[in-house]
Structures are given as structure tokens and as C-alpha cells.
Nanobody, 124 residues
Framework: QVPLVESGGGLVQAGESLRLACAASGWRFDLFGMGWFRQAPGKERQFVASISRRSSNKAYAELVKDRFTISRDNAQNTVYLQMNSLKPEDTAAYYC?????????????????WGQGTQVTVFS
């Protein structure tokens, strides 16, 4: 397992942007695929984006495609989520997760390490 800490959440107006970061510590961050998930109150946790260990593959949920961009810097043990054109429906707690293998996985069952979450609130 890899400890993970998210940061960068906040309160923004619709149409604005945020950049989330997830800092990892522990053995060989560069071996794992990484993902972002989110959960709004009363709703199920849902997949947002993922990236393979060397950034060769990326995956996005349809709801965020063309607005969000996932990236990683293995030298800094950090994965990012650039969130543009934010909408009120993007409001949720965002969680960073490390997969059990190196691919850009899209299912929760492929991840076994999770951060504490960072809150993103978008108002109109």
C-alpha cells in the first residue's frame, strides 16, 4: 500500500478552474497506475480519471472528458488533476487512489490505496 495525501480543493465559481495534487509516499510510486474518484453527499463514489505508471495511457469519465486533465510527475511522486470549466455538479470530495498494477484502471476494485480526500465546491 502507498500512503496518499490530496490537496488543492476549494470553493470556486462555475466556469473557473482548480488543480488538485496527490502526494505519495512509500515504495516505488512509479510502478502504480493512479486514479481520481469523487463522491458527493448521498451518492456513490464515481470514477473521474486515471493514468498509467509512465503516462502512456489515460482514461476519463464521460462527464469530465475535455474539461479535466490528469498528469503525473514520477520524480516528485505526485499525480495531478487539472479541472477546468467547473460546474456545480462537480461538487464532491475528490479522492486519489493507487492501483494494484501499472495501468490506467477505471474500477474501484483495481485500487487498494486511498487518500483522505479534498473537498471541491462549485457555486453558480
Amino acid at each position: 500500500q502507498v500512503p496518499l495525501v490530496e490537496s488543492g480543493g476549494g470553493l470556486v465559481q462555475a466556469g473557473e478552474s482548480l488543480r488538485l495534487a496527490c502526494a505519495a509516499s512509500g515504495w516505488r510510486f512509479d510502478l502504480f497506475g493512479m486514479g481520481w474518484f469523487r463522491q458527493a453527499p448521498g451518492k456513490e463514489r464515481q470514477f473521474v480519471a486515471s493514468i498509467s505508471r509512465r503516462s502512456s495511457n489515460k482514461a476519463y469519465a464521460e462527464l469530465v472528458k475535455d474539461r479535466f486533465t490528469i498528469s503525473r510527475d514520477n520524480a516528485q511522486n505526485t499525480v495531478y488533476l487539472q479541472m477546468n470549466s467547473l460546474k456545480p455538479e462537480d461538487t464532491a470530495a475528490y479522492y486519489c487512489a493507487a492501483a494494484t498494477t501499472g495501468g490506467a484502471h477505471t474500477r474501484e476494485s483495481d485500487y487498494d490505496s486511498w487518500g483522505q480526500g479534498t473537498q471541491v465546491t462549485v457555486f453558480s
